[in-house]
């Protein structure tokens, strides 16, 4: 009899035991899961942030100075500068540039030829220009020309060049290193929209 109470406080002891570690098991396997959904977001809290850190934002300015003295005097400089003010390289995928809503021809890299001529100004002497292309990488910080001529004007206060001008837009898109794509639009910052949008 001794035995088979011996026996049977075994089983009991060995099924108490196995319970047990279960238990302790599941508890492990319960913890070792919110660790992972732990470490899973905070990856996602880090790639976040590393987007947030090579993202690029362009932005545009655009320059008028009449020439009072010298061999250009009675012209005109404009100047239209392209800024990458982010913290990234910006890819370009497209520029276009818009006079009174119609989109400027830009085919055999004539572009800012084409702007100035559907705006009617004149240009005197040399100018330089860059027309952007697809996949050109304008890195953070840095500026790029995109067009600077000496235009006829008789107006020291530059209001037909400043009416000619506000008839453009340029709309810039392109992508960030992690291939996130924004457009650029320098009207919008005229107005109260962000001149940036994400559009993917």
Known sequence: MIAVIALVLS???LVATGYGVFVIQRRNMQTAREQLKT???QLEAARAHYRLSFKPFLVTSKFQKYISEGKDKGLTNITIQLHNSGIGPA???SCKVYVDGVEVDSRDEKLW???????????HGEWAHHNLS???CLN??????LLSANVV????NLALVKAAFERSKIVIVYESFYQERFEYDSTRHEGELPSVRQIK
Do not use: G
């Open 134 to 136: 697809k996949d050109y």
């Open 113 to 123: 030829f084409n702007v100035l001529k559907t705006l009617s100004v004149a240009t």
């Open 91 to 93: 890819l370009i995928v």
């Open 39 to 41: 470490a899973q977001a």
């Open 153 to 156: 004007t008789s107006d020291p």
């Open 140 to 145: 953070a910080k840095d500026n790029l020309l």
């Open 11 to 13: 089983v009991a002891s």
